[in-house]
């Protein structure tokens, strides 16, 4: 499957954003999927994923409460709603998919990947 993520941009602290990834190419209704964030000098960190479904999701406690994850399998389209943006939330977002519920939090699980969304919160 092919992602592809946007939504990114400057937003200043407390505001809110919204990321959508859209996915083509393959059965999207059928894949786990994720976001993870990569902030400048630092790893990539995993931030939510959710199940094929949408029965089950998880998150990173940092974003809990401000994050949500959500999918629409009618649209293939997965996103990320970000509220009280902080501006350690300042990262490259990035969208990915993997076929089983395991390993969530581990990026060499996923097998496909957006190309990445800027989100610079300022304060």
């Known amino acids: 499957v092919q992602l592809q993520a946007s939504g990114g941009g400057l937003v200043q602290s407390g505001g809110s954003l919204r990321l959508s990834c859209a996915a083509a190419?393959?059965?999207?209704?059928?894949?786990?999927m994720g976001w993870f964030r990569q902030a400048p000098g630092k790893e990539r960190e995993f931030v939510a994923s959710?199940?094929?479904?949408?029965?089950?999701?998880y998150y990173v406690n940092s974003i809990k409460g401000r994050f949500t994850i959500s999918r629409d399998n009618a649209k293939n389209t997965l996103y990320l709603q970000m509220n009280s943006l902080k501006p350690e939330d300042t990262a490259v977002y990035y969208c990915?998919?993997?076929?089983?519920?395991?390993?969530?939090?581990?990026?060499?699980?996923?097998?496909?990947w957006g190309q990445g969304t800027l989100v610079t919160v300022s304060s």
């Open positions: 959710i199940s094929w479904s949408s029965t089950t999701t």
């Open positions: 190419g393959g059965t999207f209704s059928s894949y786990v």
């Open positions: 990915a998919s993997k076929p089983r519920e395991s390993g969530l939090t581990d990026p060499r699980g996923y097998d496909s």
